[in-house]
């Protein structure tokens, strides 16, 4: 069956973010772990999160993923921006300690010209402080679309920083169908190559969960627009390849797309109906 959801807001609690989640034909789900703006994550209430782990039990939903708020730089070239940004990560990865199954999904971030290597190596330094053999959450790099300086829009970095990581079998790859397009790699017309490369690169056993986002834009625009499911440059004929693939279609898929519940709930539907059972 296939696994697929859309990023839901978690502001009702976890239960009701479940129960939202079944109503739409879901099975898995994302959410941010705060205010994507920054501030303070609110407490957990451990009543909603008993329920929350029964409810998606009973219902086979699972593969869940928090996604760190997209703001902080854990390779600033400013040492404030990176304190605030370890000391996030480290807030959430604790909270996650208390959602079982639940990934953790950050943006490598940005080395704002301090040069791709520096970037490198701030980022695999705070994975080394973050990353511990305790921890039951594996955190996941998500690759990005290349924009600015940001580092993740070749599969390399997202090797390089893995292999500086002491604890690799806590850290793990999500691929956004959007960001990897606009970064120039070719799933469109040859999802199998892309998907060799990345098997060379970085090991499709690295590969975790899929972000499935269409493209407001071309081929190499190193953008990061999303576009809804078959609207964009993507297109509904390599959605299909996509989800249908040996390598991917057992993975949770979530949708990132820029829609409201229901638009959310026909894309799950029509992406039900193309999968091959
Ligand atoms: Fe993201
Ligand atoms: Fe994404
Ligand atoms: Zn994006």
């Known amino acids: 069956m296939l696994k697929i959801g859309c990023h839901l807001s978690v502001s009702g609690g976890f239960l009701n973010m479940a129960r939202t989640a ?3 034909d879901a099975n898995t789900f994302q959410f941010f772990t705060r205010n994507p703006r920054g501030g303070k994550a609110k407490a957990l209430d451990e009543k909603d999160i008993a329920a929350f782990i029964e409810f998606t039990r009973e219902h086979n939903i699972s593969g869940f993923v928090a996604h760190a708020p997209y703001t902080l730089n854990i390779c600033s070239d400013k040492a404030h921006i990176r304190q605030f940004a370890l000391e996030t990560f480290e807030d959430d990865l604790n909270r996650l300690e208390h959602i ?3 990934m953790y999904n950050f943006h490598p971030g940005s080395h704002v010209g301090q040069g791709l290597e ?5 980022i695999a330094a705070a994975l080394n402080q973050l990353l511990t053999s305790e921890l ?3 955190a996941l790099l998500e690759t990005m679309s290349g924009k600015g300086s940001e580092i993740g829009g070749r599969f390399e970095d997202l090797r390089t920083i893995i292999d500086r990581v002491t604890h690799q079998d806590k850290l793990g790859v999500c691929l956004d169908t959007c960001h990897i397009y606009d970064a120039g790699y070719d799933i469109v017309n040859d999802l199998d190559g892309v998907l060799t ?3 060379r690169v970085v090991g499709l056993s690295k590969l975790k969960a899929i972000h499935l986002n269409d493209s407001k834009n071309p081929l190499g625009a190193r953008k990061d627009r999303h576009e809804t499911i078959g609207n964009g440059h993507i297109g ?3 959605f299909r390849q996509i989800v249908n ?3 991917l279609r057992d993975l949770p898929f979530i949708l990132e797309t820029p829609n409201e519940l229901s638009g959310y709930a026909e894309e799950i ?3 039900r109906g193309m999968y091959q059972e």
Do not use: K
């Open 22 to 24: 079944l109503e739409i």
């Open 269 to 271: 539907m029509l992406l």
């Open 118 to 122: 520096e970037g490198i190596d701030l």
């Open 236 to 238: 509904l004929d390599a």
């Open 245 to 247: 693939h040996p390598a």
């Open 100 to 102: 079982p199954g639940c």
């Open 136 to 138: 039951s959450t594996i």
């Open 197 to 199: 490369e990345f098997d």
